[in-house]
C-alpha cells in the first residue's frame, strides 16, 4: 500500500529564505528613512537659514532707521534749545532795559 504524504520541506532552507528577505526588507527601509531624515534636515536648514537672514535684515531696519530718527529728533531739541536761548535773552534785554536800546534783533 501506498501513503500519498507530501513531499518534506526544508525548513532550514525557507527560514534562511525567509530571514534573508526580512534583512533585505529592514535595509531597504533603513535607506529610504536615511535618505528621509536627510532630506527633512536639509530642508530645515535651508528654512532656518532663510528666516534667520530675514530677521537680521529686519531687526537692522528699524534700528537704523531708528538710529537716523533719533539723530533727527536730537538735531531738532539742540535747535529748539537754542531758540529758546536766543528768546530769553532777548526778552532779558528787552525787560532789563527801559528802551530797549540794547535789543538788535
Known sequence: MEVDAPKSQNLAKIMADTQAQCDELA????????????????????????????LRAADMSPVLGESSNLES???????LENSLRELEAYYTC???????????W
Open 94 to 104: 528787552i525787560l532789563s532795559s527801559s528802551t530797549g536800546s540794547c535789543c538788535t
Open 27 to 54: 535595509q531597504k527601509n533603513q535607506e529610504e528613512l536615511d535618505k528621509y531624515w536627510t532630506q527633512q534636515i536639509e530642508e530645515s536648514t535651508t528654512v532656518l537659514t532663510t528666516q534667520s537672514a530675514e
Open 73 to 79: 529728533m536730537s538735531n531738532l531739541k539742540a535747535n
